[in-house]
């Protein structure tokens, strides 16, 4: 897990960095950050001229008892409409800005997670993961909707107040700066502690999501161990948790816009003594003190909107960070720089003085494995031998860290798999595990991943070849994970699915155990191919003797290697001990 996921996870503040770093995403949409900031800017320039020169307007009235001039009228006309039209604009640009980025955003996560998959994954919950994809990202909504434009924009006219302030009274803006140098400050005085509140309510939010996600899974499970009303406890509290987190948030933001009302308040009143002092001297036209006092008010009232986004954002830090160790989370299996084709024909499978570890000690130590092409080999061990680890090297999830694995063609040079591109390599070696996911939707849907391009009538015949029911026609749903299925009928879809990419390597790690005997042997018949290589991973005798030739795993290392004749004949083999067969 990376430091900045870490961190999160723990509720520290997250790192500082992390708000920047989603500036970048902005770089592709340039010309619409800047149409979102000039429409920002022509929203809050808009109101301010408009209330300067009501207010001015209504001045003059009263003390020159002058009505105000057509044009007068029909310039406040137009900054109405103005004013109203552009915030408009804003709100549709901003939010049209954000939801671009964040489509973008969201794309770049799922590439993160696919990058880092399966190990990066293995150890995190999925509902976590759903939070990062889906709450943190739309979390970051407002940061790009609501911060950089009208940061922008306040500033601008803010330093466009303060100059016409200046010009009607020297003295004028230095009631309304340090006030507004004391609200842009306010997000950052507390942004340890902000952004540690952030971060708890986004790790409380993510627990919550990973609970919610683990209990609709495991309802079945959850209602035959009689945990059901535990589990709603749980959900119980840690929902008020979030609460909890969410209302330590909110009660400190309520504390800062009363503080930030507070200062406009005293700006304004600092306006109105220094521009009626200006008056009562005879420097200053009576019509300029509203004037100065509403263009003081107008152009603070979007400082302390930017102060108050900025605060958000501060808070949101803990979601940029989960989602920054997302987007950047390096590649586990990396794609070769120079990929090499795979060349024609079957390919066996050779594995090198191969060492593997998960971080701790080494699951795979000097593993020499060697399938000839065509061939099919029966891979067994006991429970955590390393068997499937083995399979997972060969479909290049992880990479060992010492040694080769290889795709051997029957003549040529073996290609290393990590020299072959990603896409060739899943059409050449594919993986069928016990629990193999199908997805919600129909039976052809789910077959059709495998070979988008093949018609009904060959799904229908892999799918009868495979032993799919019969009657099960190509539109019957699955249902979500194969819900509405057996876990036989689960298990020849999926084998039916991997036959569909026509793979030279097909690897089987346990992916017969849901079927009886006869089912086992049939679809044996079914997966043989000229040509193809096979590597089963399986604990049923009958399923092993099938093999051309068996290797044991133990204790990280190939210790016996023959075919069943050879290793059942042999008293004390490492192959009965698996077996639990008594010498
Ligand atoms: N993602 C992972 N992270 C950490 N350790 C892992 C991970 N996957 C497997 N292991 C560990 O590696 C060892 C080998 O696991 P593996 O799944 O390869 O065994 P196996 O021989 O296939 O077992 P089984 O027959 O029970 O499926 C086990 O100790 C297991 O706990």
């Known amino acids: ?227 059901l009303a535990e589990r709603r406890r749980t959900l119980a509290e840690h929902g008020r948790q979030v609460g909890d987190a969410q209302r330590a948030e909110a009660t400190r933001e309520a504390v800062a816009a009363s503080v930030r009302d507070l200062l406009i308040v005293a700006a304004v009143l600092g306006v109105v003594a220094a521009a009626a002092h200006s008056v009562t001297s005879g420097r200053l036209h009576g019509a300029w003190a509203p004037a100065a006092m509403a263009l003081a008010l107008a152009v603070l009232g979007p400082v302390a909107e930017s102060a108050r986004a900025l605060s958000q954002a501060v808070a949101l830090r803990a979601a940029a960070s989960r989602v920054g160790a997302a987007v950047q989370a390096p590649a586990l299996a990396p794609p070769p720089a120079q990929p090499r084709r795979l060349p024609p024909g079957p390919l066996g499978v050779r594995l090198h003085q191969v060492r593997f570890d998960y971080g701790g000690q080494p699951v795979l130590d000097g593993v020499d494995l060697t399938v000839p092409p065509g061939r099919t080999l029966a891979l067994v061990g006991v429970s955590g031998a390393g068997k499937s680890t083995c399979a997972h090297l060969l479909a290049r999830f992880w990479d060992p860290s010492q040694g080769t694995v290889q795709l051997v063609p029957a003549h040529g040079d073996p290609v290393d798999v990590r020299d072959v591109a990603d896409a060739e390599l899943r059409r050449a070696v594919v993986l069928v595990g016990q629990e193999t996911p199908l997805f919600h939707g129909t039976l052809a849907e789910n077959l059709r991943l495998a070979a988008p391009e093949a018609d009904d009538d060959l799904l229908a015949a892999t799918a009868r070849r495979c032993g799919v029911d019969r009657n099960a026609a190509m539109d019957t749903l699955v249902g979500e994970r194969g819900a509405t299925l057996s876990g036989g009928q689960r298990a020849r879809i999926a084998l039916a699915r991997a036959l569909l990419v026509r793979p030279r390597v097909l690897v089987l790690d346990e992916s017969t155990a849901h079927l009886d005997n006869t089912g086992d042997a049939r679809i044996a018949d079914a997966l043989r191919e000229e040509g193809r290589t096979t590597i089963v991973i399986a604990h049923r005798p009958a399923t092993i003797r099938r093999a051309d030739r068996i290797a044991v795993l133990d204790q990280g290392r190939i210790v016996e290697e023959g075919t069943w004749e050879d290793l059942t004949s042999r008293p004390g083999s490492a192959l009965d001990r698996v077996l639990g067969i008594p010498s």
């Open 1 to 227: 897990m990376s430091t900045a996921t870490a961190a999160t996870h723990e509720g520290d503040a997250p790192a500082r960095g992390a708000l920047r770093a989603l500036l970048p995403a902005l770089a592709a949409h340039r010309a619409m950050t800047a149409r979102t900031c000039a429409a920002a800017l022509l929203e809050q320039g808009s109101l301010v001229t408009l209330v300067t020169l009501a207010a001015h307007t209504v001045g003059t009235a009263v003390i020159e008892g002058k009505a105000p001039s057509a044009a007068t009228v029909t310039a406040l006309a137009a900054l109405v409409l103005v004013r109203a039209l552009a915030t408009w604009r804003e709100m549709d640009l901003s939010h049209d800005l954000a939801y671009r980025v964040l489509a973008v955003l969201r794309v770049r996560v799922f590439d993160g997670l696919a990058r880092s998959a399966p190990a990066r994954i293995a150890g995190r919950r999925s509902g976590d993961l759903a939070a990062t994809a889906m709450a943190d990202v739309e979390a970051l909504e407002f940061f790009y909707a609501h911060t950089t434009a009208q940061l922008l924009a306040s500033a601008t006219v803010l330093t466009g107040g303060c100059l016409v302030l200046a010009v009607v009274e020297p003295w004028l803006p230095a009631a309304v700066l340090p006030v507004a140098a004391l609200l842009a400050a306010a997000p950052f005085a507390d942004a340890r502690g902000r952004a540690a509140r952030g971060a708890r309510t986004r790790t409380a939010v993510a627990r919550l999501s990973a609970d919610t996600v683990e209990t609709v899974d495991g309802l079945r499970e959850l209602l035959a161990l009689g945990q």
